[in-house]
């Protein structure tokens, strides 16, 4: 080999690199009130924010520091005038802890404005045993029960809530059943028995037949209120009559009433049994009747006064009565049994029962 090959294939010397240098992590400072000078302990998030703390807050407010802050605690350095702080790091971000403790300082509850923002601030106060706070927090799921009912319920159930848990049940029942049914999902469902999810999904189902109910057996009705679809001789009769009480209440008796009033029957029939809790939309409902009803000159004057005052003031509270009464009866027994015993088999056999 000649000495140009040699030289060719000689790996070139690495120049000499410098010792690594430690630097040492800068955490972020929380904002104000946890910047106290005279804090006694700093929690350290996972986005590496420091929040200067008292441990008699902490103590106070949580089981879990109480019990933590009772064993020996080691310094990580003391040097002469200079105290260096023990920390105690966390899982949580800064925005969860920085709520978080804000319900345990004497300061104003934070008003927490998402779902998720709440649910990972209740998840930690359960997790460090914040017992007397963590209801506070609890009474803000209310701002969510019409936006996200399956949610809260889903949250509750987690948490074994179980009022806060019947009255999300009670507001999921504006969420049409068709939803469940057709691969619509929430993700806190994660957090829900099967047993639960079967409560919810039997509630519904009997809550649909409740509010129904009024529109199948009229006999709550009473026929000498003067509604225009009694009196009306002009438009066509629906060809079965219906049962109804007379004005003193005592008597039953076959009144036939116009077809276009069936029809809006049929109608308001069809959006309660996908969804019992709904508002019923009197514009939307009225819309296809008055078609009907626009030729004929008795119809014409009352029909759209008697059909708003006959929903919102006559029919509502009527199903509203019948829902309360599945509230009562069932998911009290229901879901106080599947909440508290948590039990299987009790809810299995509840289930049962509820559905024969
Ligand atoms: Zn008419």
Redesign the pocket.
């Known amino acids: 080999m000649s000495a140009n090959a040699i030289e060719a294939t000689r790996i070139p010397a690495t120049p000499p690199q410098a010792p690594p240098t430690y630097l040492p992590p800068q955490y972020q400072q929380a904002q104000p009130p946890f910047d106290a000078d005279d804090a006694d302990i700093i929690l350290r998030t996972s986005d590496e924010v420091d929040f200067h703390v008292h441990k008699v807050v902490l103590s106070l407010a949580s089981r879990f520091f109480k019990s933590m802050f009772q064993l020996p605690q080691q310094r990580l350095s003391l040097e002469a005038g200079v105290i260096e702080l023990d920390v105690v790091p966390t899982v949580e971000e800064s925005g969860v802890l920085d709520q978080l403790l804000r319900f345990c300082y004497p300061c104003a509850d934070p008003l927490i404005a998402t779902l998720d923002e709440l649910h990972a601030v209740i998840e930690a106060m359960e997790k460090y045993q914040m017992h007397d706070v963590v209801a506070r927090a609890q009474s803000q799921l209310k701002a969510f029960l019409e936006s996200d009912p399956v949610a809260v319920f889903a949250i509750c159930c987690r948490f074994g809530w179980e009022d806060m848990a019947k009255r999300a049940a009670r507001s999921a029942l504006a969420v049409p059943l068709s939803n469940f049914q057709t691969g619509w999902t929430v993700k806190e469902l994660r957090y829900v028995t099967g047993e639960q999810h079967q409560a919810l999904l039997c509630y519904h189902s009997q809550c649909s037949a409740a509010a129904t109910a009024p529109l199948f057996d009229f006999r709550w009705l009473n026929s000498d209120s003067g509604w225009?679809?009694f009196t009306?001789?002009?438009?066509l009769p629906h060809p079965s009559p219906l049962v109804v009480t007379t004005r003193l209440g005592y008597a039953r008796e076959a009144r036939y009433v116009?077809r276009?009033f069936m029809d809006l029957v049929e109608r308001v029939r069809a959006v309660l049994n996908d969804c019992p809790g709904v508002r019923l939309d009197p514009l939307a409902l009225l819309t296809p009747v008055l078609k009907q009803?626009c030729g004929?000159?008795?119809?014409?004057e009352s029909?759209f006064e008697h059909i708003f005052k006959f929903l919102n003031e006559t029919l509502m509270p009527r199903i509203n009565q019948e829902l309360g009464k599945v509230c009562a009866i069932y998911i009290s027994s229901l879901l106080i049994l599947i909440l508290v015993l948590g039990s299987p088999e009790i809810a299995a056999l509840i289930t049962t029962d509820a559905s024969a």
């Open positions: 225009v679809w009306c001789q002009s438009c116009r276009w009803t004929c000159p008795n119809c014409r029909a």
